[in-house]
């Protein structure tokens, strides 16, 4: 692949990736550029937030009842106008949205459904820590054309064709998974607006001593997990303890560096805090493929099947072993 001074960019990618999922249509490479034009213009906001006045609370509540900062709301209908247009979707799930959001009728209506959470970890904006964007995208069931139903949504993970996020950290940085390309990370270089290839053939780090999980609850626990996370900080056992509170940094962190991040059901949250279409899924995707594993304490994340689009799931996602390892003593 041909490349520039600085790298090999993501539209590169893209078109080859194109080629990759032997596309005949060109609109799962058009569909993931405007993901990617979105993301741009996120992270332009989410770095002028403070100045541009964008941090604090709309005073709205969203459908999951927690205050909605205003780049939550702007991440939202961003991400929704690059695609709506696109002829790429013809459906769009988002945590921000109780009910499914259809492409209007004025707009082509395309092969694909996305599912995101536009802005995850919104609760940390405030304070500047990294938050991120998550998204999953599978290939409708329902007629080409048509408006697209529940039956496009409501369906196993493992049925997903890519997934990706992007996080707003010191840097912004977008990691793109599919079967055809594997996970493949792509840093911003803000002073020309093109993500170049920085992360490729992003692997699990196999020696793995990370844990993540808020010890906050541990009264609300189930004691396996109590035993379980004190078997970790046995003398020798060299674990150490992240946790950002926000879903898409410590995943990325333990992606890059090896980990297990566990959130867990709690007495609060019986079925867990973490939605199943657009945070689990996605990122049980890309640990998957890049050599790791996810499971809701006993089943493999991929193989639920949600009945609900705002479905939540416990979640026990990194590295293989440890990930084996949790599932066990929870499941056990
Ligand atoms: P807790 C952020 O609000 C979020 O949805 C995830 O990004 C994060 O992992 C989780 O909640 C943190 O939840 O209960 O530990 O504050």
């Given at each position: 692949m041909q490349s520039f001074d600085e790298g090999i960019t993501l539209d590169q990618f893209l078109m080859e990736s194109g080629r990759a999922h032997s596309e005949r249509t060109g609109q799962f490479v058009t569909l993931l550029k405007q993901v990617t034009l979105a993301a741009k213009m996120v992270s332009a906001r989410v770095n002028r937030a403070g100045l541009a006045g964008?941090?604090?609370?709309?005073g709205d509540t969203n459908i999951q009842g927690e205050f909605v900062m205003k780049l939550d709301v702007y991440a939202n209908e961003t991400i929704k106008k690059a695609l709506e247009h696109a002829g790429v979707c013809c459906l769009v799930v988002s945590e921000e949205e109780e009910e499914l959001i259809h492409v209007p009728e004025r707009f082509p209506r395309g092969s694909y459904v996305f599912c995101m959470d536009?802005?995850?970890?919104?609760?940390?904006i405030d304070v500047n820590a990294t938050i991120g964007t998550i998204f999953g995208v599978f290939r409708r069931k329902s007629p080409e054309g048509g408006r697209g139903d529940l039956g496009d949504v409501l369906r196993a993970g493992h049925e997903l064709i890519a997934a990706g996020y992007v996080v707003y950290g010191s840097g912004t940085l977008l990691v793109l998974a599919s079967k055809a390309t594997g996970v493949n990370g792509f840093t911003l270089d803000p002073g020309i607006g093109e993500f170049f290839l920085s992360h490729p053939d992003i692997k699990l780090e196999p020696s793995a001593r990370m844990y993540s999980l808020n010890e906050a609850y541990k009264a609300q626990w189930d004691d396996r997990l109590v035993d379980y996370v004190e078997s970790l900080k046995a003398p020798g056992k060299g674990f150490s303890q992240r946790y950002i509170g926000s879903l898409v940094a410590d995943f990325h962190r333990n992606l890059l560096k090896g980990g297990l991040f566990i959130y867990p059901a709690t007495a609060k949250a019986p079925n867990g805090k973490l939605r199943v279409l657009y945070e689990a899924f996605p990122l049980a995707y890309i640990a998957e493929l890049a050599g790791g594993a996810a499971t809701d304490g006993r089943d493999r994340i991929l193989d639920l099947e949600p009945t609900e689009l705002h479905q939540r799931t416990p979640l026990v996602i990194g590295n293989s072993e440890l990930v084996r390892e949790a599932t066990e003593a929870l499941s056990g």
């Open positions: 964008m941090i604090g609370a709309t536009p802005l995850d970890g919104s609760s940390n």
